[in-house]
């Protein structure tokens, strides 16, 4: 648990801490569970079987079970006065500590903390800390490495090069002597610490984390037998000495050892509940040396050791070669910052521990290995090398069942898969039920690999909805769309959906826009079409993280003017644009604001540029080489090619982004057979090449013809497309298209050469008709919103005011501007209403807009963003004429994007808010993230009245308090206020005269239409 304490610095919730939130103890019935906070047993009377309060409470039992876990160890050199004497010095242990940690830090603008111990639990303080935002963490650990423990010195020494790069300074080989104390008011407060080599080191604050103590007073005393290093003793049933009394957790040695973290206190816990309940035929259950395997959870440090990790220690020493002694394996990369050593009996057949550093991917199968104590099936230098496998080919099904998951809590894999069975539909309702992925949250990739292939073998992956408001594929979806002719997503949702009238949710609705863009290519800005595109294509411009866009106009095939390679230069230059060559030989210009789009597309427009629709999924580019226009050997007119397959597919939209190239001869300048078509020109015509494509998994272009003239070849693109777009899934890309196609996935080339080629199925003429058709439909769509004042007032930052805010920092680089990063350790951010320290009962009504700016009407739904004081508010308006209204402010990456979400709801009907940059969905109701319970926001009660649309608010100070712009602008840190972290960017409150210290308010998914996952790869 101490990670999860560790995250109190970012939410400083106690109950978020809870293994359960408080209405689930509330609502068990009394004489089944009760429980008493804010008063402690003093005595259990064992003779009498009661326990004894400090508030003279009396609690009668049958069975005890004493849980008291442990306090923090201190340096011999520091006493308990000192402790309460000597301000800036504290223990890193519980909620208090971590509360006056806090205070203290804020309070004395704290710039330099030492963490006395560099174990484990001094390293997550560490870490903890730098996330706070503390300039300076310096790490004092008394042995030569740090994670002594947990390593040996080559893997200590590579750890310590990962806290390095995180600005984490460490002193190895020293002991504190002293805390060095200047007096202020009279009160001894800490100025730093000097070790024992007699060196002086100043710091604000120090924390110490050398270990725990058992709480073991209780059982002294009520007459129950301690150990004499602490602890309660026990018996391998957890009896304590006394009948009827247990002990778990820190508080208990067993076997003369107390253990001071989670995975033995699950475990303690789990054999005691099962034989207090267990029937009379099921054999009691005994706890065995508890398995001390850890993982070190820090973005980072990537650590682990398991099982007898330290076995070397045993070879040291020793005269005479032993037989019998372990052997070790070891693998060390310094390049890649891999270190692994394991250990196995001497004829290598057993794996009797390792230790793992940089890369722990395998931790868990080892683990399981280890635990299952059987000889290996494969030799041992393989584990330490490691099989190559391809991305996503693990998916624990080479565990065995036993296998630990789950540290945390303790859940096998069996676990996992019996949950399924019982029938678990998503990986949401597993951790609710088994809690595996609750708890550090490491175990969720191997949990949800586990549940992806569980529900494979139980048959319920063949089932290829498109999400839980359509139960069909996008193929079927496609056809019943087009044989119907249905026209809006509201038509299609009615014929189509489980629940007619439903709005949807963020994946249906621009897969339903795409197939309509598809088929029909309406203006997708009316508002009819609108609210179900994503945002890129809701703004017909691409946002980036800070909430801007980029604008990408059409160069076909890379040909451009000097004449409009000017005007992108003076556009740029007004509106102080990043500009940047893009990989298909266009020129993108960043950081456009969205109110200022409509203008920028005006002025491009009267320079002769077009939308290059480089926001849909849609023709991006067909990039080219200049072919026989200049080289001298090239065999044909590549440009020409270009621009006409170019001028022919703009503006078509499909079930992903496609993209074109065409080369002048098989030197291949325009790299046609990494595109999704590409065309090469030949001595006798040209060669087609279909389902290519670059990113995450490229994939070489297959030849589809060969020596066609150019009137075949556009002919076979044209079919080669509209079949794509009419037979594949959502987001599949060409590639993965071409590869399912055939029997089995088998020969898709074969497949496709006979039905586009050789009419085997008889359709080549209806997908020339549907092309011509289809083509005959472009405009460009950013004209239509130039000449529309409707269209450009959508643009507008808030309805309700001209004014214009930022919310991330502009920096300078390379002599352009950009925004400053987001900090990647920023801790997730859960808004509480009771945040606001005006009283719900003192807000009042007030008017944020008119009913026409929300355009209150029956075709589907709205959303607006609203500025009141500094805070930015959103307010959404559904088919069914409810308004909500919420925060504008996503919690996830600080932007303040979400009335430029999409709109959807859960198949119950409960309706939330899709955040455009990274599919975090928060309902409308409570602001609850459907998809990361790490989130939160505040929602608002809203409502339209006499034309007006109202949101009941507090007093302005109130609100900005808490939401306020310029309290969560992301920021570039100063030098004097970021010290050695300068280079870095961190999340900060804004500086007043009050508050010298930015506040680092510190980031940490499933299925569904309410998770964000790589299915959402917009």
Not at 17 to 38: M, V
């Amino acid at each position: 648990m101490s990670q999860a304490k560790s995250q109190y610095f970012s939410h400083r919730s106690i109950e978020d801490l809870y293994l359960q939130p408080l209405t689930w103890y509330n609502s068990q019935p009394s004489n089944r569970l009760s429980h008493i906070i804010d008063d402690a047993v003093l005595q259990v009377d064992t003779t009498q079987r009661k326990a004894c309060t400090r508030k003279g409470v009396d609690i009668l039992y049958d069975v005890c079970v004493i849980a008291t876990g442990s306090r923090a160890n201190l340096p011999s050199c520091i006493s308990n006065t000192d402790m309460d004497n000597i301000c800036g010095i504290f223990c890193y242990r519980n909620l208090e500590d971590f509360d006056r940690m806090i205070e203290y830090s804020n309070a004395q603008s704290v710039k330099r903390v030492a963490i006395i111990g560099g174990g484990l639990l001094g390293l997550e303080a560490a870490k903890a800390l730098c996330d706070f935002g503390i300039p300076q963490v310096t790490v004092v650990e008394q042995n030569q490495w740090v994670l002594s423990r947990q390593l040996d010195q080559i893997g200590g020494e590579m750890a310590l090069d990962q806290l390095k790069a995180m600005n984490i300074e460490v002193f190895l080989n020293s002991r504190l002597r002293s805390i060095l104390t200047y007096e202020g008011d009279g009160v001894a407060t800490c100025k730093g610490l000097i070790l024992e080599d007699n060196s002086n080191h100043a710091f604000d604050m120090v924390i110490f984390t050398i270990g725990v103590t058992p709480c073991d007073e209780l059982a002294k005393a009520s007459g129950i037998d301690t150990h004499d290093q602490g602890g309660i003793v026990i018996q391998p049933d957890l009896k304590t000495s006394v009948d009827n009394v247990y002990a778990i957790g820190e508080c208990a040695s067993f076997q003369g050892r107390t253990y001071g973290f989670i995975a033995p206190g699950v475990e303690m816990a789990g054999i005691l509940a099962f034989n207090l309940s267990r029937g009379p035929l099921d054999r009691s259950r005994n706890m065995t040396v508890p398995d001390t395997s850890t993982r070190l959870k820090l973005a980072g440090v990537n650590v682990a050791c398991f099982g007898d990790h330290l076995a070397g220690n045993k070879l040291r020493g020793k005269q005479e070669p032993d037989s019998r002694q372990p052997r070790a394996l070891s693998y060390h990369d310094p390049f890649s910052g891999v270190y692994k050593k394991y250990f196995f009996t001497a004829d290598g057949k057993r794996l009797l521990g390792g230790i793992m550093v940089g890369d722990i991917k395998d931790y868990t199968k080892l683990l399981s290995i280890y635990r299952q104590r059987k000889p290996l099936d494969i030799p041992a230098g393989q584990l330490v090398v490691s099989l190559l496998r391809q991305e996503d080919e693990f998916d624990g099904d080479d565990l065995d069942l036993q296998a630990q998951v789950c540290s945390c809590y303790n859940i096998s894999k069996q676990v996992l898969v019996n949950a399924v069975k019982d029938g678990c539909q998503s990986l949401g309702e597993v951790k609710a039920r088994t809690k595996a992925g609750t708890g550090c949250g490491g175990c969720v990739p191997l949990a949800t690999s586990i549940f992806n292939s569980e529900m494979k073998q139980l048959g319920h992956a063949v089932l290829n909805y498109l999400c839980p408001h359509f139960q069909k594929s996008r193929q079927d979806l496609f056809m019943i769309v087009k044989i119907k002719k249905l026209t809006t997503f509201e038509d299609v949702i009615n014929e189509a959906g489980v629940n007619p009238g439903s709005i949807g949710c963020e994946i249906c609705k621009p897969a339903v826009a795409s197939i309509l863009s598809s088929l029909y290519n309406e203006f997708i800005m009316t508002q009819t079409h609108h609210q179900n595109q994503d945002t890129n294509d809701k703004y017909l411009a691409n946002i980036q993280r800070n909430g801007t866009y980029s604008v990408i106009p059409r160069v076909p095939a890379g040909e451009i003017t000097p004449a409009k390679l000017k005007e992108l230069a003076t556009v740029a230059e007004k509106y102080s644009l990043y500009t940047k060559i893009t990989g298909g030989q266009r020129i993108d210009l960043f950081g456009a604001k969205k109110q200022d789009l409509p203008n920028i597309w005006e002025e491009l427009g009267l320079a002769g540029f077009e939308s290059g629709h480089a926001y849909g999924k849609a023709l991006r580019t067909v990039k080219s080489c200049v072919g026989t226009s200049w080289c001298r050997f090239g065999v044909g007119d590549s440009v020409g090619l270009a621009v006409e397959l170019e001028e022919r597919y703009k503006g078509i939209r499909a079930p992903h982004k496609f993209k074109g190239g065409v080369s002048g001869c098989v030197r291949e300048c325009a790299e046609a057979q990494g595109k999704d078509f590409g065309v090469i020109a030949t001595t006798k015509g040209w060669n087609v090449y279909v389902g290519g494509n670059g990113g995450a998994k490229p994939r070489h272009a297959e030849l589809l013809a060969t020596d066609v003239s150019k009137e075949k070849a556009v002919k076979i693109i044209d079919r080669f497309l509209m079949l794509y777009i009419q037979s594949a899934d959502r987001l599949q890309r060409t590639a993965r298209w071409v590869e399912s196609l055939g029997e089995g996935g088998r020969h898709g080339l074969d497949y496709l050469k006979s039905v586009v080629i050789d009419d085997a199925l008889g359709i080549c003429k209806d997908l020339d008709d549907s092309m011509e058709a289809l083509v005959g439909t472009y405009f460009d769509e950013w004209a239509e919103v130039v000449r529309s004042p409707e269209k450009r007032a959508l643009f507008r930052q808030f309805v309700n005011t001209d004014e214009i805010k930022e919310g991330i920092e502009i920096v300078e680089e390379r002599g352009q501007r950009r925004p400053a990063e987001w900090s990647e350790e920023a801790p997730p951010l859960r808004f509480e209403v009771n945040e606001i320290v005006q009283h719900k009962s003192q807000w009042k009504w007030r008017k944020v807009a008119t009913a026409a700016d929300l355009r209150i009407s029956s075709h589907g739904t709205t959303s607006i963003a609203v500025n009141y004081s500094d805070t930015q508010l959103a307010v959404f308006k559904l088919a069914n004429g409810k308004i909500y209204a919420t925060q504008q402010l996503c919690p996830h990456r600080r932007a303040f994007v979400l009335s430029d979400g999409l709109l959807g709801e859960t198949i119950e009907g409960n309706p939330y808010i899709s955040c455009p940059l990274h599919k975090r969905n928060f309902t409308l109701t409570e602001g609850q993230c459907l998809t990361d319970n790490d989130y939160k926001i505040i929602t608002f009660e809203a409502k339209e009245e006499n034309g007006g649309v109202f949101v009941k608010l507090p007093d302005p100070e109130a609100i900005d308090a808490v939401l306020g712009t310029r309290k969560w602008v992301v920021e570039q840190p100063t030098k004097e206020g970021r010290g050695q972290l300068s280079h870095h960017v961190d999340i900060v409150a804004p500086l007043t005269d009050k508050d010298e210290t930015p506040t680092l308010m510190l980031e940490n998914i499933t299925q569904g239409c309410m998770v964000g996952n790589k299915n959402l790869d917009w």
